[in-house]
């Protein structure tokens, strides 16, 4: 999402995270009234190139990295170990986040590819404050 954050400015913030639980993957950013539109196309252009794999091996490191400091930093509070282990008996695993950190170190850009092409679009909402004089 660097794309839509910083080069092309179409949001304030954009980040997508998966939920095990659901099998959804969801993305919300902070788009500015009247970029919706763009913001929206540009995510699911982003969502087309990794389906094409269209990421080089810095990219895939750079993400590896990133998700596996988060998992790291999980058995750094009572909270996080809390909430992955919780996670982990509702879905039937006794994984902990050091293994599944392992996990992310070994994916290919094949497996993301593969991931990526299931993912369909299934809802698209707005949040928005009401201008003044709105009733709703």
């Given amino acids: 999402f660097q794309?839509?954050?910083?080069?092309?400015?179409?949001?304030?913030?954009?980040?997508?995270?998966?939920?095990?639980?659901?099998?959804?993957?969801m993305v919300d950013s902070g788009v500015e009234t009247?970029?919706?539109?763009?913001?929206?196309?540009?995510?699911?252009?982003?969502?087309?190139?990794?389906?094409?794999?269209?990421f080089d091996d810095s990219e895939l490191e750079s993400t590896i990295l990133t998700i596996n400091n988060a998992l790291k930093s999980t058995v750094d509070t009572?909270?996080?170990?809390?909430?992955?282990?919780?996670?982990?008996?509702?879905?039937?695993?006794?994984?902990?986040?050091?293994?599944n950190a392992g996990k992310v170190s070994r994916i290919t850009k094949d497996e993301i590819q593969a991931a990526a092409s299931q993912i369909t679009l299934d809802t698209v909402f707005f949040l928005a404050a009401k201008k003044e004089g709105q009733n709703q």
């Fill in 3 to 25: 794309n839509v954050r910083e080069k092309l400015s179409l949001c304030y913030y954009c980040a997508a995270r998966y939920d095990k639980a659901s099998g959804m993957m």
């Fill in 34 to 54: 009247g970029n919706e539109q763009k913001a929206q196309e540009e995510i699911l252009h982003q969502l087309e190139l990794v389906k094409q794999g269209a």
């Fill in 78 to 99: 009572l909270s996080g170990l809390e909430n992955w282990y919780l996670t982990q008996i509702l879905s039937g695993s006794d994984e902990s986040p050091l293994d």
